[in-house]
């Protein structure tokens, strides 16, 4: 198995709703990153897991949540969003050794209404 | 901060055309990568180069990283329309820094 699996794939939300993305990979990746992208712009870090503890949190609202249960999955956890958190959440994962690249999944295109 | 100019922003060109996009930085990375992304897909690693004057050859993709290992470019021959994204370059370095990544060159390639 050689991806990084993002459910849902599409997500529609109210400003108080509360709900939460799922990252899973089996690749034996001890590091694991959540990005989110707006349109035409690069990916932006959101958080990383370093052997499932949080190692760097970029200064990421609290209404984003994330967590690490276990080395193969990635939860984002996301609560009283505003309209402009819109965007595609993207999951990664890295085999260790700075050479390697990430392996990224599809994403979550998020909507807030 | 380490930093990463990647241009041109925008390409538009017809099939069959060559183009070169440019990773540019003053820093030095330990790695440089290649990504290439479709609209509403995660990016797609295309290449890894870690020594500096390396060129690596993906069909009709050339990748090379500077000497200096501050910079880097991605030459394709003969674009087709399949080639059309967003291409990604991102700085890497050891241990387990995130990388930097540059704002993307988004191609369309025209039949």
């Known amino acids: 198995d050689t991806e990084v699996t993002q459910t849902p794939k599409h997500l529609v939300m109210g400003m108080t709703n509360k709900k939460s993305l799922k990252c899973e990979q089996h690749?034996?990746?001890?590091?694991m990153y959540w990005y989110k992208q707006k349109a035409k712009k690069p990916p932006e870090l959101m958080f990383v897991?370093?052997?499932?503890?949080?190692?760097i949190n970029e200064s990421v609202p609290s209404r984003f949540s994330p967590e690490c249960p276990n080395s193969s999955l990635l939860n984002l956890h996301l609560h009283a969003l505003q309209p402009e958190d819109s965007a595609l959440y993207l999951c990664a994962s890295r085999s260790e050794g700075w050479e390697y690249g990430y392996t990224f999944g599809s994403g979550t295109r998020l909507t807030v209404v | 901060t380490q930093l990463l100019e990647q241009s041109p922003q925008f390409l538009s060109i017809q099939e069959g055309e060559n183009l070169t996009v440019y990773c540019n930085s003053s820093s030095v990375f330990s790695s440089l990568q290649w990504y290439r992304q479709e609209p509403g897909e995660g990016p797609v690693l295309l290449v890894t180069?870690?020594?500096?004057?390396e060129v690596k050859k993906l069909k009709r993709l050339t990748f090379q990283f500077g000497d200096a290992r501050k910079d880097s470019s991605l030459h394709i021959t003969a674009a087709q329309p399949g080639d059309t994204g967003l291409y990604l370059c991102a700085g890497g370095n050891s241990g387990n820094t995130p990388l930097v990544f540059g704002k993307g060159t988004r191609l369309s390639v025209i039949a």
């Open positions: 180069v870690v020594t500096g004057g």
């Open positions: 690749m034996g990746h001890r590091a």
């Open positions: 897991y370093s052997y499932e503890k949080l190692s």
